[in-house]
């Protein structure tokens, strides 16, 4: 060998040494082809197998056609936001957010609110208790065509012939006096949660719907989140079988989460209307934290059970569609925040519905019933998912969605076996903010916007859900396009809060009658007293 | 016949860094970075070879998680008028190092890629005291995988094998024959 390699000629071996790497390369690549092609086929499997039909919610209506003319009801804090949902932003608001912007150049909420669709309409009318709020609106979007008019009341407001329909964001035990005054004006309303503080006028407001025919939206924003679209079609195509628990939760660690929010400097029995914030309240004297801080107490605001509880308990009713828990069940306490306040700020609500399902993989009749378990704590920001637990399968669901098999499941079985399926494995996950990158601020945001409670996605762009969630209720105005959120969703959603309330308060199970569609009377308690009136009256 | 000991352990740098050789290197000592040239040709190239062939594949989500003062660049890389070609180009550099070392030509500019590909992972998320090293499964301070097949290829450049084990050996034919140090 040595020989013929002196005389220039190549060996065999010398060959090998030069060509040895070809083969190699092939080699990889092949094993490169085959791993991704293995991978390809497993999730295109899995997808054929599960068929989930990802989408958004089908866009409303046109926005063309002479403005509406809106009268904003309330202008505190969700006030502004529902106001800036509708394009309309503060001037104090838009230079805080420009300095944000330049200061973090991945703070998009600027640039998000300037992309916002024009919903062609004019805020004309605006009231709030408070002047210098109701100042602030009137100065910041009054413009060369549309002067803002300030309303002292808001029957004022609902009786003016500008103003075609209203945006009500007031403290809770106003929602549905001020709604029901609305509808019978002839105006159309959107209206916060929750739709009611009490439940002889959860009625009333039912029937004041129906009788004046006014588009009516309730504010449940994530109903235009489009990963519960796609959740929705996952529970038809009964992908999870049959769910026996499903538990909700809300973890805050901030006194803007347990509602200590900032009390105004120029606040004053002057400045604040405070007889008319009374309403139907305890007669009090002028009390700025009360006023500022009205979710503390139960005389105006409805605690965990009716301010946060209602988002969980509609994220999950719009997708499972399963209405008023037969029975609930709650305790809690005040725990982390002994202030003065008189509502819970931990809190777990059981609701039963013994006879619902979502369809069974299994042999008729074993499987039939449902639990969904709502745990609050305002004394902790731990992230706890919204878990819907099938005998097939779990389906974490917030902005995103995240399916994972049951290692028991009957369904999977075959696919578990296989290994083609396996339970520690995402089975399917639906990011519609895949293309998005966000500029979440502050942990109550965070906070919302992991529910999808904040932002969902159209096309990859992010948006605003509840510009959404208004411009279908504009839609609604417009085109007679339907709500997602209207009496019914509402009626179902403030019922199960006030159950929920109500077995705080009592210390008992409260049970509804499906069949009289109302809550069971207790004994010896007339409980749209025991709702609203402060625990110093029970305990 | 065997070497003195003396010999295994040094050789004799000749001329510039550009056109250094191990042709003095004893034939285990080739032997050994040559092997250490292949498996990591290997790995390049079946990184590149499970992205090239996965179309959903990106670096978006890399390059957005990034950490440390790099993240303005990552994130910059990442953007929507950017991430097509960054891919392209991250999945291109893989295959040239891949191919290069595993074929032994190039493998000095194939290991100049590599150093500067890895360099890039590794300031993405760098072994810091207080980074989250997501996706690692060791403990790491300072030096972690990335920075040390880096320094690996940095031996290869400076030790090219290719003459003696790989395509290379046909530009310099001599070079390919069996040497008997």
Redesign the interface.
């Known amino acids: 060998?040595?020989d013929q390699?002196k005389s220039?000629k190549?060996?065999r071996?010398?060959m090998m040494?030069?060509?040895?790497?070809?083969p190699?390369?092939g080699a990889?690549?092949w094993?490169?082809?085959a791993?991704?092609?293995k991978?390809?086929e497993s999730r295109e499997n899995i997808l054929n197998t599960l068929n989930i039909n990802a989408s958004a919610p089908p866009d409303s209506g046109p926005m063309s056609g002479d403005p509406i003319r809106l009268g904003i009801i309330g202008f505190g804090i969700r006030g502004p936001q529902l106001c800036r949902a509708l394009g309309f932003a503060t001037k104090d608001w838009l230079k805080s957010m420009k300095d944000a912007a330049d200061k973090n150049p991945?703070d998009t909420r600027l640039s998000s609110f300037l992309e916002q669709e024009n919903l062609n309409i004019q805020i004309t009318a605006v009231c709030d208790l408070f002047d210098v709020r109701a100042q602030e609106a009137a100065d910041s979007f009054s413009n060369d065509k549309v002067k803002v008019k300030i309303y002292k009341h808001h029957q004022e407001l609902l009786d003016s012939k500008d103003v075609d329909a209203v945006v009500i964001a007031t403290a809770d035990h106003w929602h549905a006096p001020i709604a029901i005054a609305a509808l019978a004006a002839g105006k159309h309303v959107y209206l916060e949660k929750p739709m009611t503080h009490g439940i002889t006028e959860t009625y009333a407001l039912q029937e004041a719907v129906k009788k004046y025919g006014k588009v009516f939206q309730v504010g449940h924003q994530h109903r235009q989140t489009q990963s519960f679209v796609t959740a929705r079609d996952v529970i038809e195509k009964k992908i999870l079988g049959h769910i026996s628990l499903v538990t909700a939760n809300t973890n805050r660690n901030s006194d803007n989460g347990a509602w200590q929010y900032d009390i105004h400097e120029k606040a004053n029995p002057n400045t604040v209307d405070w007889k008319q914030f009374l309403g139907n309240a305890p007669d009090i004297p002028f009390n700025a934290e009360h006023f500022f801080r009205w979710r503390k107490w139960w005389s105006y605001g409805s605690g965990l059970s009716g301010d946060l509880m209602v988002h969980d308990y509609d994220r999950i009713n719009c997708v499972l569609k399963m209405g008023i828990p037969k029975t609930v069940v709650s305790s809690g306490g005040i725990y982390t925040h002994r202030d003065g306040r008189t509502v819970p700020d931990v809190m777990q609500i059981n609701m039963e519905f013994p006879d619902f399902t979502t369809g069974s993989s299994r042999e008729a009749g074993k499987e039939i019933g449902m639990t969904l378990v709502y745990s609050a704590t305002l004394g902790n920001q731990y992230n706890r998912t919204t878990v819907l637990m099938g005998h097939d399968a779990s389906m974490e669901l917030g902005s995103d969605l995240v399916l994972y098999a049951d290692s028991n499941s009957t369904r999977f079985k075959d696919m578990l076996e296989a290994g083609t399926v396996d339970a520690n494995v995402p089975l399917y996950r639906y990011d519609p903010s895949a293309?998005a990158?966000d500029g979440i601020t502050s942990a109550t945001s965070k906070y919302f916007a992991d529910k999808g409670l904040l932002y969902t996605y159209r096309n990859g762009r992010r948006v605003d859900s509840t510009h959404l969630h208004m411009r279908e209720w504009l839609s609604g105005i417009r085109n007679g396009t339907p709500v997602s959120c209207g009496i019914q969703e509402g009626f179902e959603e403030v019922m199960t809060a006030h159950m929920g309330g109500l077995s705080y308060k009592l210390g008992r199970r409260i049970e509804f009658d499906h069949a009289k569609n109302e809550i069971v009377p207790v004994d010896g308690h007339d409980l749209d007293q025991v709702l609203v009136a402060e625990m110093d009256n029970f305990v | 016949m065997s070497p003195p000991l003396h010999c295994l352990l040094t050789f004799e740098i000749k001329g510039s860094l550009l056109d250094m050789t191990t042709d003095n290197f004893h034939s285990n000592q080739r032997s050994a970075i040559t092997l250490m040239r292949l498996l990591i040709g290997w790995h390049f190239l079946y990184e590149a070879a499970v992205k090239i062939f996965n179309p959903n594949w990106t670096a978006k989500f890399y390059l957005l998680s990034a950490e440390s003062f790099t993240k303005p660049l990552f994130t910059w890389l990442a953007s929507d008028g950017l991430i097509t070609t960054v891919d392209f180009m991250n999945i291109l550099c893989l295959a040239i190092v891949g191919i290069t070392l595993v074929l032994g030509v190039f493998e000095r500019l194939g290991a100049l890629v590599g150093i500067a590909l890895l360099l890039l992972y590794y300031f993405a998320h760098p072994a810091f005291p207080g980074a989250s090293q997501a996706g690692t499964e060791g403990s790491y301070f300072l030096i972690n995988k990335n920075l040390i097949e880096a320094a690996a290829l940095y031996v290869i450049y400076l030790c090219p094998t290719g003459q003696y084990f790989g395509l290379r050996g046909f530009m310099s034919p001599a070079s390919l024959k069996t040497s008997s140090n």
């Open positions: 060998m040595d390699n220039g190549w060996s071996r010398d040494k030069g060509l040895a790497g070809v190699v390369v990889v690549l094993a490169g082809a791993k991704a092609a991978q390809k991945n293309n990158v």
